[in-house]
């Protein structure tokens, strides 16, 4: 599905302003470019945009980063991004607490995980762990119920 069709279909007459989790999953990219999000998303909080192609963040629109100061939370997991310096454009998102990059080729990097860290201080879970390799907590209270209880 075009990304621009999926967008309105997650909308469900909502106003972009309302919106607040975006899932752009296995859309298709536009030649390795985000299309349809605009300054509108301003309320955005967690963008999930798993295996669309993308080949650098440097194709997020600048209003966007401009424009969700509330985005803490975004997943490119399964894209072609291979540079950490691709990822320079994510320092414009100063809420950006969580960023996973699973199935990307610049996992593979050497200090790939130091790298990220320091290029995006404002981090603090990349693909699921802290710096000091820490999982992020569960958002399901029952799963951290179960943990507490040392069961699994």
Known sequence: MEMEKRLMLELRNRKASDVKELVLDN????????????SEFDSLEFL?????N???VSNLPEVLAERTPNL??????GNKIKD???LE????????TSLDLFNCEVTMLTNYRESVFELLPQLTFLDGFDEEDKEAPD?????DELEENGED
């Open 139 to 143: 958002s399901d209270p029952e799963a």
């Open 27 to 38: 859309c298709r990219s536009d030649d390795g470019k985000i299309t349809g999000l605009t």
């Open 48 to 52: 999930s945009m798993i295996n669309i």
């Open 89 to 96: 454009p994510l320092k414009k998102l100063p809420h950006l």
């Open 84 to 86: 950490i310096n691709t």
């Open 72 to 77: 803490t939370n975004l997943n490119l997991s």
């Open 54 to 56: 993308l080949l650098s």
